[in-house]
């Protein structure tokens, strides 16, 4: 076990090490706290206080979960069950059990330029002007919307105007279409997650 402590200061080796369940590791830039989330798996896996299959290490971008998974295999050999984005995660999460809320288990991410192209799809059936329902403006009071966790109906309760009456329905449409495609957009990884 020593080879996985070798290179952590005293500090980083009691939270490596600590057993007494849920741990809170408070540290500044370039302190070395993915040394010691790295540490601490390979050192649970090692110790057999987990198995790889039961550890799930996240992180925030594909470049660090990708560096993560290659230090903790070059410490122990192994790496855990799932190392990844809790983005990816989540649609990985979303695709075996997203039928029990109502997500089948094919469907698709929309990113930003998805989203537009369908706002204005959906303006476009609704003979609505891009000038006067700009898309990226429509598509900034409907993620504000799911970001209230507002649905199309709740929505049209608060809706004040007919400026948002009709985004109401430009929101009404967009989600049908989203649907007929059996897409989710960024907004509805983060409410369903």
Same mark, same amino acid.
């Given at each position: 076990?020593?080879?996985?402590?070798?290179?952590?200061?005293?500090?980083?080796?009691?939270?490596?090490? /600590?057993?007494?369940?849920?741990?809170? !590791?408070?540290a500044g830039a370039g302190s070395g706290k993915t040394k010691v989330l790295v540490s601490k798996v390979a050192y649970l896996i090692?110790?057999?206080?987990?198995?790889?299959?039961?550890?799930?290490?996240?992180?925030?971008?594909?470049?660090?979960?990708?560096?993560?998974?290659?230090?903790?295999?070059?410490? *122990?050999?192994?790496?855990?069950?799932?190392?990844?984005?809790?983005?990816?995660?989540?649609?990985?999460?979303?695709?075996?059990?997203?039928?029990?809320?109502?997500?089948?288990?094919?469907?698709?991410?929309?990113?930003?330029?998805?989203?537009?192209?369908? *706002?204005?799809?959906?303006?476009?059936?609704?003979?609505?002007?891009?000038?006067?329902?700009?898309?990226?403006?429509?598509?900034?009071?409907?993620?504000?919307?799911?970001n209230e966790a507002l649905t199309p109906i709740q929505f049209a309760g608060v809706a004040k105007g007919d400026w948002q009456e009709? !985004?109401?329905? *430009? /929101?009404?449409? /967009?989600?049908?279409?989203?649907?007929?495609?059996?897409?989710?957009?960024?907004?509805?990884?983060? *409410?369903?997650?």
């Amino acid at each position: 076990m020593t080879s996985i402590l070798d290179n952590l200061n005293p500090f980083q080796q009691e939270a490596v090490t /600590y057993a007494g369940g849920p741990l809170l !590791v408070l540290a500044g830039a370039g302190s070395g706290k993915t040394k010691v989330l790295v540490s601490k798996v390979a050192y649970l896996i090692k110790s057999k206080t987990a198995n790889p299959e039961s550890v799930c290490l996240l992180t925030f971008t594909n470049k660090a979960a990708a560096e993560m998974k290659e230090r903790v295999a070059s410490l *122990i050999g192994s790496i855990p069950a799932f190392s990844g984005t809790f983005h990816s995660f989540c649609a990985k999460l979303l695709r075996l059990e997203g039928k029990e809320i109502g997500i089948p288990p094919s469907f698709v991410i929309y990113d930003e330029t998805d989203q537009l192209d369908a *706002i204005k799809e959906t303006l476009s059936e609704l003979n609505l002007s891009t000038s006067i329902y700009k898309p990226r403006v429509v598509a900034s009071v409907i993620s504000a919307a799911k970001n209230e966790a507002l649905t199309p109906i709740q929505f049209a309760g608060v809706a004040k105007g007919d400026w948002q009456e009709k !985004v109401f329905t *430009i /929101y009404r449409e /967009y989600e049908k279409l989203l649907k007929e495609n059996g897409a989710l957009d960024f907004d509805d990884l983060l *409410i369903k997650a």
